[in-house]
């Protein structure tokens, strides 16, 4: 067997102190939510876990020392990373005027429902283009890796889950949470265009921060 219980139970909980704590993740879902309702929320929640995901299994396989060291290469990341949310931003600032009552078959009021493939995609993007998801596998994960129990890259890969899975179930609480806060405005019209656009201003002011910060690491 390749882990043991004490390996996950130490792994969560060091992991748990580290999510519960809001960081960008938590406010790209939220903007997700304000801005587009529930159902783009989950499924930004589901992409960004699964941009995690994809990056805890190239540290995995041994590029993570690799990325750690190669700043250019992190750099690259993090500002493509910034200028999505950015655009991700300015779209939800143009649909705001569009924003009014939703369809039966839309829960929260969500305009761009209809294309999942998208919400889950731009959930990847974030993700996988987060630098410092990158920084906390290959600084966190090594240490609950147990070398005499039998490959490290399969320890790490099954060790990933923890994180991810843990993640996956805080935003996705974040993201219901703001999508009610949307619903209630769903039946008036002003309203629900002022919580899209406090959405759309969100994600922007998070590329903003993610573009500025760590500029002089």
Not at 133 to 147: G, H, I, K, N, W
Not at 155 to 164: D, F
Request: one cysteine or more; aromatic letters at 4%.
């Amino acid at each position: 067997m390749p882990l043991t219980l004490e390996q996950v139970l130490a792994l969560g909980a060091t992991c748990a102190v580290i999510i519960l704590v809001p960081g960008p993740s938590v406010l790209f879902i939220v903007g997700r939510a304000l801005a587009h309702g529930r159902s783009t929320a989950l499924l930004s929640v589901l992409g960004n876990s699964l941009g995690s995901l994809l990056a805890a299994l190239v540290i995995a396989v041994g590029l993570g020392p690799v990325l750690q060291r190669w700043d250019v290469v992190l750099e690259v990341v993090r500002i493509a990373g910034a200028a999505y949310l950015v655009w991700l931003g300015v779209q939800a600032l143009r649909g705001a005027r569009h924003a009014g009552p939703a369809p039966a078959t839309a829960p929260g009021g969500a305009p761009v429902a209809a294309r999942p493939q998208r919400a889950l995609r731009d959930g990847v993007v974030v993700g996988v283009s987060n630098p410092k998801v990158f920084v906390m596998f290959a600084a966190v994960l090594p240490q609950f890796v147990e070398p005499a129990a039998g490959s490290v890259p399969l320890q790490m890969a099954l060790l990933s889950l923890v994180p991810v899975l843990i993640g996956l179930v805080c935003d996705s609480g974040w993201g219901l949470a703001a999508a009610r806060v949307r619903t209630a405005f769903v039946g008036r019209p002003s309203r629900l265009r002022t919580v899209t656009r406090v959405g759309g201003v969100s994600m922007i002011g998070l590329g903003v921060v993610t573009a500025v910060t760590g500029r002089h690491r």
